[in-house]
């Protein structure tokens, strides 16, 4: 199995970015498709994930408004829509894989498939 991440880059505040999340070996039809970020000197936090089974979406508070997930079936893909990004988004964004209860999306452990990341910094 391997994720593989792409699309970070540098950018101003108050610009995008996609990210984008390309599986082999396992499909996101059937997995939790999850994104998570780590910025220098912090833990790892949450962003947002994709359910496997009725496409429910779920984001972390600070990202809540400006981020959006989605999924392409066809191509296997997960991407991240992040729009007005701020300094404090500037991070390594992880994409996962896993299959989690719905009450548990947010926790990193519950992820069993995991991409190389990709790194995201936002300038003032």
């Known amino acids: 199995v391997q994720l593989q991440a792409s699309g970070g880059g540098l950018v101003q505040a108050g610009g995008s970015l996609r990210l984008s999340c390309v599986a082999s070996g396992l499909t996101f039809r059937s997995y939790t498709a999850g994104w998570f970020r780590q910025a220098p000197g912090k833990e790892r936090e949450f962003v947002a994930s994709?359910?496997?089974?009725?496409?429910?979406?779920f984001y972390g508070d600070s990202v809540q408004g400006r981020f959006a997930i989605s999924r392409d079936n066809a191509k296997n893909t997960v991407n991240l829509q992040m729009n007005s990004l701020k300094v404090e988004d500037t991070a390594v964004y992880y994409c996962?894989?896993?299959?989690?209860?719905?009450?548990?999306?947010?926790?990193?452990?519950?992820?069993?498939?995991w991409g190389q990341g990709t790194l995201v910094t936002v300038s003032s």
């Open positions: 994709f359910a496997w089974h009725g496409g429910t979406t």
């Open positions: 996962a894989a896993g299959r989690p209860i719905q009450s548990a999306t947010r926790q990193a452990h519950m992820y069993t498939h």
